[in-house]
């Protein structure tokens, strides 16, 4: 009866570290491997200098004229960092130049949920704001 007892304790206490031992390599490779962390939390980030406030101006999220939301984890939001100099003033268009979202507001630090956008397809960013340095980011 005792070695019984103590063969469920082995068993479990093996399953508890062989358990910890998967999470903690699962999380680490979430962490590290920036292919891995970018599928899981897509995030990509404009950083633009407006110089004229009176036009829109196209947001370029690294380097590309649009987004496409092509996959479940993106929460489909825009955030204007902290760091921006002032609110910024955004709108959507898709791919025929159709305004898809109407004028919106982000203030710095805050951030505004996209509803109505559709997965697959490509969006483009326009911006309108105060001269100075402009933080976006598209989550």
Sequence with gaps: MVNSRF????????IFVTLTIIFVCSYQVY???QTVHNYFSPKITSVMA?????????????????????SVFWDKTIIND??????????????????VINE???SPGNSK???GLNKDKQYYFEIKAGKGQFIINAI
């Design 104 to 106: 919106f507001q982000v």
């Design 82 to 99: 902290a760091n921006s100099a002032g609110n910024a003033l955004m709108r959507v268009k898709d791919e025929k130049g159709n305004v």
């Design 50 to 70: 407006i110089e004229k406030e009176t036009e829109w101006n196209s947001v370029k999220f690294d380097g590309q004229d649009s987004i496409k939301f092509d």
């Design 7 to 14: 063969k469920k304790i082995g068993v479990i206490g093996a």
């Design 113 to 115: 949920q996209l509803t």
């Design 31 to 33: 962490q590290n491997v």
